[in-house]
């Protein structure tokens, strides 16, 4: 259900290493680009790309081993 797939999502993101949730919030909360995010965390926009995807990655992970 809805609350159970929410309490899912908040337990997978806190997992995440708080440079790693705050990169996907300003991504996909804040609607930032990958430029203001790496200007913000002082990383390339490479490396705020490869943070992005790392992070979405384990968050992947993490939800499917919760609703598998």
Request: hydrophobic share 35%.
């Amino acid at each position: 259900n809805g609350e159970e797939l929410l309490g899912s999502l908040r337990e997978c993101l806190g997992q995440l290493t708080e440079r790693a949730r705050l990169a996907l919030e300003m991504r996909f909360r804040d609607e930032r680009s990958r430029a203001e995010i790496a200007a913000k965390l002082s990383l390339s926009e490479d490396g705020a790309k490869n943070l992005l995807q790392r992070a979405k990655e384990r968050l992947r992970e993490c939800l499917e081993g919760k609703l598998s």
